[in-house]
Protein backbone atom coordinates (compact mmCIF):
# COMPACT_ATOMS: atom_id res chain seq x y z
CA UNK A 1 0.00 0.00 0.00
CA UNK A 2 1.46 2.78 -1.24
CA UNK A 3 1.39 6.69 -0.02
CA UNK A 4 -1.24 7.44 -2.19
CA UNK A 5 -3.73 4.57 -1.65
CA UNK A 6 -3.45 5.63 1.57
CA UNK A 7 -4.15 8.96 1.36
CA UNK A 8 -7.22 8.01 -0.71
CA UNK A 9 -10.85 8.95 0.98
CA UNK A 10 -11.99 5.67 0.23
CA UNK A 11 -9.20 3.66 1.90
CA UNK A 12 -9.49 6.36 4.76
CA UNK A 13 -13.41 5.57 5.41
CA UNK A 14 -12.21 1.85 4.94
CA UNK A 15 -10.00 2.42 8.01
CA UNK A 16 -12.78 3.64 9.93
CA UNK A 17 -15.52 1.43 9.05
CA UNK A 18 -12.98 -1.83 10.10
CA UNK A 19 -11.72 0.57 13.18
CA UNK A 20 -15.61 0.71 14.03
CA UNK A 21 -16.44 -3.02 13.10
CA UNK A 22 -13.94 -3.90 15.16
CA UNK A 23 -15.12 -2.24 18.17
CA UNK A 24 -18.70 -3.46 17.86
CA UNK A 25 -16.83 -7.50 18.33
CA UNK A 26 -16.60 -6.58 21.50
CA UNK A 27 -19.51 -4.32 22.71
CA UNK A 28 -19.12 -4.93 26.54
CA UNK A 29 -15.29 -4.27 26.74
CA UNK A 30 -15.62 -0.98 24.21
CA UNK A 31 -18.58 0.42 26.34
CA UNK A 32 -16.94 0.22 29.73
CA UNK A 33 -13.54 1.94 28.07
CA UNK A 34 -15.94 4.80 26.60
CA UNK A 35 -17.28 4.67 29.99
CA UNK A 36 -14.41 5.20 31.79
CA UNK A 37 -13.40 7.93 29.51
CA UNK A 38 -16.43 9.89 29.89
CA UNK A 39 -16.66 9.72 33.67
CA UNK A 40 -13.07 11.31 33.54
CA UNK A 41 -14.52 14.05 30.75
CA UNK A 42 -17.52 14.74 33.20
CA UNK A 43 -14.93 15.32 36.31
CA UNK A 44 -12.92 17.64 33.97
CA UNK A 45 -15.67 19.44 32.29
CA UNK A 46 -17.30 19.61 35.76
CA UNK A 47 -14.41 21.68 37.24
CA UNK A 48 -13.74 23.51 34.54
CA UNK A 49 -17.37 24.84 34.55
CA UNK A 50 -16.82 25.37 38.27
CA UNK A 51 -13.74 27.19 38.25
CA UNK A 52 -15.25 29.27 35.08
CA UNK A 53 -18.62 29.80 36.88
CA UNK A 54 -17.39 30.78 40.43
CA UNK A 55 -15.06 33.54 39.12
CA UNK A 56 -18.13 34.69 36.56
CA UNK A 57 -20.71 34.51 40.07
CA UNK A 58 -17.90 36.42 42.05
CA UNK A 59 -17.63 39.33 38.89
CA UNK A 60 -21.23 39.22 38.45
CA UNK A 61 -22.09 39.87 42.41
CA UNK A 62 -19.60 42.44 42.89
CA UNK A 63 -20.48 44.42 39.80
CA UNK A 64 -23.88 44.13 41.18
CA UNK A 65 -22.71 45.92 44.27
CA UNK A 66 -22.38 49.46 42.32
CA UNK A 67 -19.48 50.37 44.46
CA UNK A 68 -16.02 49.87 44.35
CA UNK A 69 -14.74 50.17 47.89
CA UNK A 70 -16.15 49.39 51.20
CA UNK A 71 -15.48 51.18 54.31
CA UNK A 72 -16.61 49.30 57.89
CA UNK A 73 -15.33 48.61 61.30
CA UNK A 74 -12.61 46.59 61.92
CA UNK A 75 -12.97 42.59 61.18
CA UNK A 76 -13.08 39.93 59.10
CA UNK A 77 -12.38 41.17 55.30
CA UNK A 78 -14.48 37.61 54.11
CA UNK A 79 -17.23 38.40 56.99
CA UNK A 80 -18.03 41.86 55.05
CA UNK A 81 -17.40 40.13 51.71
CA UNK A 82 -20.46 37.43 52.78
CA UNK A 83 -22.19 40.11 54.29
CA UNK A 84 -22.43 42.05 50.82
CA UNK A 85 -22.86 39.55 48.55
CA UNK A 86 -25.27 37.45 50.38
CA UNK A 87 -27.10 39.61 52.95
CA UNK A 88 -25.30 38.69 56.06
CA UNK A 89 -24.77 40.55 58.88
CA UNK A 90 -22.39 41.73 60.99
CA UNK A 91 -21.86 42.88 64.58
CA UNK A 92 -19.34 45.87 64.53
CA UNK A 93 -20.86 49.20 63.53
CA UNK A 94 -19.51 52.63 62.34
CA UNK A 95 -19.87 55.55 64.13
CA UNK A 96 -21.67 58.10 62.36
CA UNK A 97 -19.20 61.16 62.41
CA UNK A 98 -17.22 58.42 60.11
CA UNK A 99 -19.85 58.71 57.47
CA UNK A 100 -19.23 62.77 57.01
CA UNK A 101 -15.73 63.02 57.58
CA UNK A 102 -15.27 60.78 54.59
CA UNK A 103 -18.08 61.65 52.76
CA UNK A 104 -15.72 64.73 51.74
CA UNK A 105 -13.30 63.29 50.43
CA UNK A 106 -11.99 64.81 46.98
CA UNK A 107 -11.63 61.33 45.40
CA UNK A 108 -14.97 60.42 45.89
CA UNK A 109 -17.39 60.21 43.15
CA UNK A 110 -20.24 58.76 45.24
CA UNK A 111 -20.96 57.33 48.74
CA UNK A 112 -24.22 55.42 50.53
CA UNK A 113 -24.36 54.43 54.38
CA UNK A 114 -25.99 51.60 54.83
CA UNK A 115 -27.23 49.76 58.05
CA UNK A 116 -27.86 46.25 58.04
CA UNK A 117 -29.68 44.57 60.95
CA UNK A 118 -31.92 41.06 61.76
CA UNK A 119 -34.94 40.93 62.93
CA UNK A 120 -37.40 38.13 64.16
CA UNK A 121 -40.67 37.84 62.55
CA UNK A 122 -43.29 35.26 63.31
CA UNK A 123 -44.74 32.67 60.47
CA UNK A 124 -45.15 33.09 56.83
CA UNK A 125 -47.26 35.11 54.25
CA UNK A 126 -47.72 31.53 53.19
CA UNK A 127 -47.99 30.00 56.98
CA UNK A 128 -49.31 32.91 59.00
CA UNK A 129 -50.34 30.23 62.19
CA UNK A 130 -46.81 28.85 61.71
CA UNK A 131 -45.27 28.51 64.99
CA UNK A 132 -41.58 28.97 63.74
CA UNK A 133 -39.64 31.66 64.22
CA UNK A 134 -38.10 33.63 60.97
CA UNK A 135 -35.22 36.33 60.23
CA UNK A 136 -35.62 38.67 57.94
CA UNK A 137 -32.43 40.74 56.75
CA UNK A 138 -33.21 44.31 57.12
CA UNK A 139 -31.36 47.00 55.34
CA UNK A 140 -31.51 50.91 56.11
CA UNK A 141 -30.83 53.12 53.49
CA UNK A 142 -30.88 56.70 51.81
CA UNK A 143 -32.66 56.04 48.90
CA UNK A 144 -31.32 58.83 46.80
CA UNK A 145 -27.67 57.84 47.30
CA UNK A 146 -28.53 54.09 46.61
CA UNK A 147 -30.44 54.74 43.71
CA UNK A 148 -27.36 56.57 42.57
CA UNK A 149 -25.43 53.92 43.52
CA UNK A 150 -27.15 50.70 41.99
CA UNK A 151 -29.00 52.54 38.63
CA UNK A 152 -30.71 49.27 37.37
CA UNK A 153 -32.82 49.00 40.51
CA UNK A 154 -36.81 48.95 39.25
CA UNK A 155 -39.83 47.82 40.85
CA UNK A 156 -41.59 44.85 39.55
CA UNK A 157 -43.62 45.08 36.99
CA UNK A 158 -46.17 42.82 34.92
CA UNK A 159 -49.11 42.09 33.60
CA UNK A 160 -52.03 43.39 36.29
CA UNK A 161 -48.76 43.78 38.62
CA UNK A 162 -48.57 46.58 40.76
CA UNK A 163 -44.81 47.37 41.65
CA UNK A 164 -44.68 49.91 44.15
CA UNK A 165 -42.75 52.65 45.17
CA UNK A 166 -40.25 53.56 47.50
CA UNK A 167 -41.19 54.77 51.16
CA UNK A 168 -42.13 58.76 51.14
CA UNK A 169 -39.98 60.27 53.09
CA UNK A 170 -40.69 60.53 57.07
CA UNK A 171 -42.41 57.28 57.08
CA UNK A 172 -41.81 55.00 59.77
CA UNK A 173 -43.60 51.90 58.90
CA UNK A 174 -42.77 51.63 55.00
CA UNK A 175 -40.90 48.87 53.57
CA UNK A 176 -39.73 48.07 50.16
CA UNK A 177 -39.04 44.07 49.79
CA UNK A 178 -36.47 42.40 47.71
CA UNK A 179 -37.90 39.98 45.32
CA UNK A 180 -37.50 36.73 46.93
CA UNK A 181 -38.03 38.34 50.71
CA UNK A 182 -41.68 39.21 48.48
CA UNK A 183 -41.71 35.40 47.58
CA UNK A 184 -40.60 33.44 50.15
CA UNK A 185 -43.43 36.27 52.35
CA UNK A 186 -45.96 35.68 49.30
CA UNK A 187 -46.22 39.45 49.93
CA UNK A 188 -47.89 42.06 47.67
CA UNK A 189 -47.69 45.55 47.84
CA UNK A 190 -50.74 46.86 50.48
CA UNK A 191 -49.59 44.10 53.01
CA UNK A 192 -48.74 44.21 56.44
CA UNK A 193 -46.35 42.10 58.34
CA UNK A 194 -45.32 42.16 61.86
CA UNK A 195 -41.04 42.59 62.79
CA UNK A 196 -39.66 41.98 66.27
CA UNK A 197 -36.43 43.90 67.13
CA UNK A 198 -34.08 43.98 70.25
CA UNK A 199 -32.91 47.42 70.36
CA UNK A 200 -28.80 47.73 71.80
CA UNK A 201 -29.15 47.96 75.44
CA UNK A 202 -32.53 47.02 76.08
CA UNK A 203 -33.82 43.85 77.52
CA UNK A 204 -37.26 43.34 75.43
CA UNK A 205 -38.21 43.05 72.32
CA UNK A 206 -39.97 45.97 70.09
CA UNK A 207 -42.17 44.43 67.31
CA UNK A 208 -43.03 46.94 64.51
CA UNK A 209 -45.98 46.60 61.99
CA UNK A 210 -44.75 46.96 58.81
CA UNK A 211 -46.24 48.12 55.75
CA UNK A 212 -45.35 46.62 52.07
CA UNK A 213 -45.38 50.03 49.53
CA UNK A 214 -42.80 48.28 46.75
CA UNK A 215 -40.86 45.24 45.82
CA UNK A 216 -38.42 44.98 43.60
CA UNK A 217 -37.41 42.85 40.16
CA UNK A 218 -34.82 40.51 40.59
CA UNK A 219 -31.63 41.64 40.59
CA UNK A 220 -29.34 38.00 41.34
CA UNK A 221 -27.88 40.19 44.49
CA UNK A 222 -28.34 40.15 48.24
CA UNK A 223 -30.89 43.00 47.70
CA UNK A 224 -33.59 40.33 46.65
CA UNK A 225 -33.64 38.81 50.17
CA UNK A 226 -33.68 42.37 51.90
CA UNK A 227 -36.62 44.17 53.38
CA UNK A 228 -35.31 48.08 53.13
CA UNK A 229 -36.18 50.71 55.72
CA UNK A 230 -35.18 54.36 55.66
CA UNK A 231 -31.79 54.52 57.23
CA UNK A 232 -32.85 56.40 60.33
CA UNK A 233 -35.57 54.55 61.03
CA UNK A 234 -33.96 51.07 60.75
CA UNK A 235 -30.79 52.94 63.29
CA UNK A 236 -34.11 54.14 65.73
CA UNK A 237 -35.62 50.09 65.68
CA UNK A 238 -32.11 48.68 66.15
CA UNK A 239 -31.29 51.20 69.32
CA UNK A 240 -28.25 52.48 67.29
CA UNK A 241 -28.67 56.11 66.03
CA UNK A 242 -25.69 57.74 64.19
CA UNK A 243 -24.18 54.30 63.36
CA UNK A 244 -23.48 52.65 59.98
CA UNK A 245 -22.40 48.98 58.95
CA UNK A 246 -20.77 50.05 55.71
CA UNK A 247 -20.53 53.03 53.41
CA UNK A 248 -20.10 51.79 50.06
CA UNK A 249 -18.29 53.95 47.48
CA UNK A 250 -17.18 55.17 43.88
CA UNK A 251 -14.22 56.19 43.16
CA UNK A 252 -13.94 58.82 40.57
CA UNK A 253 -10.91 57.29 39.02
CA UNK A 254 -10.68 53.65 40.12
CA UNK A 255 -7.29 52.28 39.89
CA UNK A 256 -4.50 50.22 41.56
CA UNK A 257 -2.91 53.97 42.92
CA UNK A 258 -5.73 55.82 43.30
CA UNK A 259 -6.89 52.60 45.71
CA UNK A 260 -3.63 52.58 48.09
CA UNK A 261 -3.92 56.35 48.25
CA UNK A 262 -8.16 56.20 49.24
CA UNK A 263 -6.54 53.38 51.62
CA UNK A 264 -3.75 55.33 52.99
CA UNK A 265 -5.97 58.38 54.64
CA UNK A 266 -8.65 56.35 55.83
CA UNK A 267 -6.50 53.50 57.55
CA UNK A 268 -5.04 56.08 59.93
CA UNK A 269 -8.45 56.05 61.83
CA UNK A 270 -8.06 53.05 64.30
CA UNK A 271 -12.06 51.75 64.10
CA UNK A 272 -12.14 51.45 60.39
CA UNK A 273 -10.49 49.00 57.97
CA UNK A 274 -11.11 49.45 54.18
CA UNK A 275 -11.47 46.98 51.60
CA UNK A 276 -11.21 47.05 48.17
CA UNK A 277 -14.00 44.76 46.24
CA UNK A 278 -10.79 43.17 44.40
CA UNK A 279 -9.31 41.77 47.73
CA UNK A 280 -12.89 40.56 47.99
CA UNK A 281 -12.82 38.99 44.99
CA UNK A 282 -9.29 37.60 45.94
CA UNK A 283 -10.47 36.57 49.09
CA UNK A 284 -13.05 34.56 47.94
CA UNK A 285 -11.63 32.37 45.15
CA UNK A 286 -8.97 31.86 48.04
CA UNK A 287 -11.33 30.26 49.91
CA UNK A 288 -12.31 27.90 47.44
CA UNK A 289 -8.88 27.34 45.58
CA UNK A 290 -8.07 23.99 48.15
CA UNK A 291 -11.70 22.61 47.19
CA UNK A 292 -10.54 23.56 43.86
CA UNK A 293 -7.18 21.57 44.06
CA UNK A 294 -8.85 18.70 45.53
CA UNK A 295 -11.48 17.94 42.72
CA UNK A 296 -8.10 18.56 40.15
CA UNK A 297 -6.27 15.69 41.68
CA UNK A 298 -9.78 13.29 41.77
CA UNK A 299 -9.83 14.55 37.98
CA UNK A 300 -6.43 14.12 37.24
CA UNK A 301 -6.94 10.40 39.23
CA UNK A 302 -9.75 9.86 36.65
CA UNK A 303 -7.93 10.75 33.65
CA UNK A 304 -5.01 8.49 34.58
CA UNK A 305 -7.41 5.72 35.47
CA UNK A 306 -9.29 5.91 31.86
CA UNK A 307 -5.60 6.10 30.29
CA UNK A 308 -4.58 2.95 31.50
CA UNK A 309 -8.29 1.09 30.76
CA UNK A 310 -7.82 2.01 27.21
CA UNK A 311 -4.05 0.86 26.88
CA UNK A 312 -5.27 -2.03 28.55
CA UNK A 313 -8.91 -2.76 26.31
CA UNK A 314 -6.33 -1.97 23.20
CA UNK A 315 -3.85 -4.58 23.96
CA UNK A 316 -6.26 -7.36 24.69
CA UNK A 317 -7.97 -6.69 21.43
CA UNK A 318 -4.70 -7.00 19.73
CA UNK A 319 -3.80 -9.96 21.45
CA UNK A 320 -7.20 -11.90 20.48
CA UNK A 321 -6.63 -10.65 17.13
CA UNK A 322 -2.83 -11.78 16.63
CA UNK A 323 -3.96 -14.24 14.32
CA UNK A 324 -6.01 -11.89 11.94
CA UNK A 325 -3.32 -9.23 12.47
CA UNK A 326 -1.16 -12.25 10.76
CA UNK A 327 -3.23 -12.62 8.32
CA UNK A 328 -3.58 -9.02 7.44
CA UNK A 329 0.03 -9.00 7.20
CA UNK A 330 0.88 -12.36 4.94
CA UNK A 331 -1.51 -10.28 2.42
CA UNK A 332 0.31 -7.56 2.07
CA UNK A 333 -0.56 -4.94 4.89
CA UNK A 334 2.11 -2.86 5.65
CA UNK A 335 3.33 -2.04 9.39
CA UNK A 336 1.99 1.18 9.03
CA UNK A 337 -1.96 0.37 7.93
CA UNK A 338 -1.80 -1.92 10.89
CA UNK A 339 -0.51 0.94 13.15
CA UNK A 340 -3.04 3.30 11.79
CA UNK A 341 -5.81 0.85 12.41
CA UNK A 342 -4.98 0.17 15.85
CA UNK A 343 -4.13 3.69 16.53
CA UNK A 344 -7.48 4.95 14.92
CA UNK A 345 -9.47 2.66 17.04
CA UNK A 346 -8.18 3.78 20.41
CA UNK A 347 -8.72 7.55 19.11
CA UNK A 348 -12.41 6.83 18.65
CA UNK A 349 -13.05 5.19 21.48
CA UNK A 350 -11.54 8.17 23.79
CA UNK A 351 -13.67 10.77 21.36
CA UNK A 352 -16.53 8.87 22.12
CA UNK A 353 -15.79 8.96 25.72
CA UNK A 354 -14.88 12.85 25.42
CA UNK A 355 -18.65 13.22 23.26
CA UNK A 356 -20.99 11.02 25.98
CA UNK A 357 -18.57 12.82 29.25
CA UNK A 358 -19.12 16.07 27.88
CA UNK A 359 -23.28 15.58 27.47
CA UNK A 360 -23.12 14.47 30.98
CA UNK A 361 -21.61 16.90 32.33
CA UNK A 362 -24.05 19.50 31.08
CA UNK A 363 -26.95 17.39 31.97
CA UNK A 364 -25.89 16.81 35.21
CA UNK A 365 -24.46 20.71 35.96
CA UNK A 366 -27.17 21.88 37.84
CA UNK A 367 -27.15 18.35 40.24
CA UNK A 368 -23.07 19.53 40.59
CA UNK A 369 -23.99 22.90 41.52
CA UNK A 370 -26.65 21.83 43.91
CA UNK A 371 -24.17 19.37 45.74
CA UNK A 372 -21.64 21.78 45.82
CA UNK A 373 -23.81 24.24 47.69
CA UNK A 374 -24.99 22.11 49.77
CA UNK A 375 -21.08 21.53 51.33
CA UNK A 376 -19.87 24.65 51.27
CA UNK A 377 -20.94 28.61 51.58
CA UNK A 378 -19.53 29.78 47.87
CA UNK A 379 -20.14 33.10 49.04
CA UNK A 380 -22.06 34.46 46.12
CA UNK A 381 -25.19 34.42 44.72
CA UNK A 382 -26.11 32.97 41.33
CA UNK A 383 -24.66 29.70 39.17
CA UNK A 384 -21.66 28.67 39.70
CA UNK A 385 -21.49 25.76 37.29
CA UNK A 386 -20.70 27.66 33.79
CA UNK A 387 -19.88 25.01 31.19
CA UNK A 388 -19.14 26.98 27.80
CA UNK A 389 -18.37 25.31 24.30
CA UNK A 390 -14.93 26.31 24.99
CA UNK A 391 -14.64 24.09 27.94
CA UNK A 392 -16.54 21.39 26.15
CA UNK A 393 -14.10 21.72 23.00
CA UNK A 394 -11.12 21.46 25.15
CA UNK A 395 -12.33 18.37 27.35
CA UNK A 396 -12.74 16.74 23.81
CA UNK A 397 -9.47 17.68 22.77
CA UNK A 398 -8.05 16.81 25.40
CA UNK A 399 -9.83 13.18 24.92
CA UNK A 400 -8.48 12.66 21.58
CA UNK A 401 -5.32 13.85 22.84
CA UNK A 402 -5.26 11.04 25.52
CA UNK A 403 -6.42 8.79 22.70
CA UNK A 404 -3.65 9.40 20.71
CA UNK A 405 -1.23 8.56 23.59
CA UNK A 406 -2.66 5.71 24.58
CA UNK A 407 -3.06 4.31 21.27
CA UNK A 408 0.90 4.33 20.35
CA UNK A 409 2.23 1.45 22.52
CA UNK A 410 -0.86 -1.19 21.67
CA UNK A 411 -0.65 0.23 17.67
CA UNK A 412 3.36 -0.52 17.36
CA UNK A 413 3.17 -3.94 19.37
CA UNK A 414 0.46 -4.87 16.46
CA UNK A 415 2.23 -3.51 13.27
CA UNK A 416 5.66 -5.53 14.83
CA UNK A 417 4.24 -8.69 14.79
CA UNK A 418 5.87 -10.96 12.43
CA UNK A 419 3.19 -12.51 10.00
CA UNK A 420 4.50 -16.06 10.52
CA UNK A 421 4.54 -15.83 14.36
CA UNK A 422 1.05 -14.25 14.33
CA UNK A 423 -0.49 -16.65 13.13
CA UNK A 424 1.12 -19.22 15.00
CA UNK A 425 0.33 -17.82 18.34
CA UNK A 426 -3.29 -17.06 17.23
CA UNK A 427 -3.63 -20.81 16.11
Not at 374 to 379: E, K, N, Q, R, T
Amino acid sequence: MNTQLQNDPFILRRYFVLAIRNLRRRLVRTGLTIAGVALAVTVAVSLGGFMLGYRGAIDKSIDMLGFQVMIMAKGCPYEAATMMLKGGTGLLYLPGEIYDSVRNDAGIESITPIFVGVAQKQGSGIREDSSEKNFIIISGIEVASYKEMKPWINFKSGQGFDGGRWFSPGSRNEVVLGFEAAEYEQRKVGDTFFATITPAGKPEPVQHELKVVGILDRTGTQDDGTVFLPLDVTREYFGRPGQLTILGIKLKQFNAVNMRNFETRWLKLPEVQVVGLQQVKNTLVGLVATAQTMIAAVAIIAIIVAFIGVINTILMSVYERTSEIGIMKALGARRDSIFQLIWLETVMMCLAGGIFGSIMAVIGSDLVEKAIKSVADMGVSGSIVQITPAVIGYAILGAVILGFFAGLYPAWRASSMRPVEAINKGN
